[in-house]
């Protein structure tokens, strides 16, 4: 668990620009201009009148893509529909860089850093810039490991400190929220603050809040080996020499924990598989 009251927050280095990816020899489109199913299409019959799908879930197409709020963001409920609260661009004290999750019609769906884990919302896609990440970072708690890939290669295999029994670390699609200053040596070169929070603990330290950091060892660089503890309050601990190489993550990087050795990022396969799959009812 980290404590963020009087820690000043840095901007993640982002990856600018355009973005032009493909997907089995077919070419995607760019990340500031998206185009629906719909838009590509045969327009429909007019006796079959198509109901409209959110398009498949663009962290399967564009990898990593991020919106970086320019400003109080309006957000939404679902797209057009009720307002959702308005989004600070900055969150303790760092700027805002939000996961994109999914794009609908000039919208975004993006993760927030907010309780409960899981939280979204619809956002305006002329409120932000878009980038991308080349990382994702993967917590095994079965294996008490983190891996971090670029680009989709596996690039860092590292022993980890995760939550115990009785405090442990969530599950779940999260992202890197912030990079805040280490409180002192034992805490590593820094501390990556994710958007996941504890579900066994809800205030910190009296800090308001209990969200889930990656950090150095704590004095347990023994327990975490080369195998991996269970020694955690539910934040992920690491070697220093581990810790040292997530310097360069983005702000808004994807980080998928799981319980298990199943592949991933399967959620959003199996999401964007009940997405197809509606768009093609519809379309019948």
Not at 87 to 103: D, F, N
Request: hydrophobic share 45%; net charge positive; aromatic share 6%.
């Amino acid at each position: 668990m980290v404590r963020l009251a009087g820690l000043a927050g840095r901007r993640g280095l982002l990856v600018a620009g355009l973005v032009a990816l493909f997907l089995g020899g077919a070419g995607l489109w760019l990340a500031t201009s998206w185009r629906s199913p719909s838009e590509v299409s045969s327009p429909p019959s007019p006796a079959k009148p198509v109901r409209p799908a959110p398009e498949p879930a663009p962290s399967l197409l564009l990898p990593g893509l991020l919106a970086a709020l320019t400003g109080t963001t309006p957000a939404y409920v679902s797209p057009g529909g009720a307002k959702a609260p308005a989004i600070a661009p900055t969150w303790h004290g760092s700027k805002l860089v939000l996961p994109v999750i999914a794009v609908y019609h000039g919208e975004l769906e993006v993760r927030l850093p907010t309780r409960p884990d899981g939280s979204t919302a619809w956002i305006p896609r002329a409120a932000v810039h878009l980038y991308r990440s080349s990382y994702r970072i993967v917590v095994n708690l079965s294996t008490r490991h983190l891996l971090l890939y670029r680009d989709g290669k596996l690039v860092l295999d590292a022993p980890a400190g995760v939550g115990t029994s009785v405090d442990p670390t969530p599950t779940g699609d999260f992202f890197v929220a912030l990079f805040a200053p280490a409180p002192g040596p034992a805490w590593g070169p820094f501390v990556i603050v994710t958007s996941a929070h504890s579900k066994a603990i809800s205030n910190w330290e009296d800090s308001g809040d209990a969200m889930i950091a990656i950090h150095g060892p704590l004095g347990a660089s023994a327990e975490i080996g080369t195998t991996g503890a269970r020694v955690s309050h539910g934040c992920v601990r690491l070697h220093d020499s581990a810790l040292a190489q997530l310097r360069d993550v983005p702000d808004g990087s994807p980080i998928d924990i799981i319980a298990g050795t199943a592949s991933h990022p399967s959620p959003l396969l199996a999401r964007a598989r009940r997405q197809l799959a509606a768009a093609s009812e519809t379309s019948s």
